[in-house]
């Protein structure tokens, strides 16, 4: 049987905002990346997300992002290395902390947004998040595009590593995601999000923006949380998944 881990980007709220479905999709997946304070949530939002991952069987990993609230950290910054480190280990000793007060422990650590897709093509991006990383636990498994250096620099620093693709998003040939201003960048459709998803799973390959096969390698599958179909997508992937015997489980249980 085929197995991989179902995760999904949540508490990502602020004060009297809020954004996303969590308390419907919390129930349906297998590991939640949850925002940390900089570019989305607050301290309250993150006690409370973790509250409701622990009542389940998902497990929680923390979501770490660019200092653009109003941006949703989907605007690039330059940071020195030093910089990205010390943003990241503020970040996630933040959520971490929470977590140890509850009871529960931190599973993964998956960048978000801006920081995700540049660190995704940046080496030295990649290899500061992945010290802060290890220099707080490290077991703390890194959740990084599929082909990516995030996935290389977790590797280098001994970190364990989960290869993730999304069930929402178009690929360039490079095997990065289509930017979000451009044409293809979103997969709208349910079935053929869950085609394309069922593919990379059992095949291993994804079609491109340009219509050209590429490789994927999928540990893990990201639904957006604050996607207007997210409940929808997440729903009608796991009946996909029991129809072609795909079992959802935590990164935990995938990767060694």
Known sequence: ???VDLNSDLGESFGRYTLGMDAQIIPLISSANVACGYHAADPVVMMETIS???NTAGEIGAHPGFP?????GRRN???SFEEAK???LYQISALAGMCKAQGVKLQHVKPHGALYNMAGKDYELSRAIC???KELDPEIIILGLSGSEMIKAAQDCGLRVAK???????YEEDGSLVARNKAGAFIHEEEEAIARVVRMVKEGVVQSVTGRDIPMTADSICVHGDGEKALLFIEKIRAAFDKEGIAICPLKELVQ
């Not at 653009?68 to 949703?72: E, Q």
């Not at 993730?164 to 178009?170: H, K, L, N, T, Y």
Request: glycine share 8%; net charge negative.
């Open 1 to 3: 049987m085929y197995k």
């Open 52 to 54: 409701l991952m622990k």
């Open 68 to 72: 653009d609230l109003m941006g949703f």
């Open 77 to 79: 910054m330059e940071l």
């Open 86 to 88: 010390a943003y990241t």
């Open 131 to 133: 010290e802060a990383v």
């Open 164 to 170: 993730e693709v999304f069930a929402d998003r178009g």
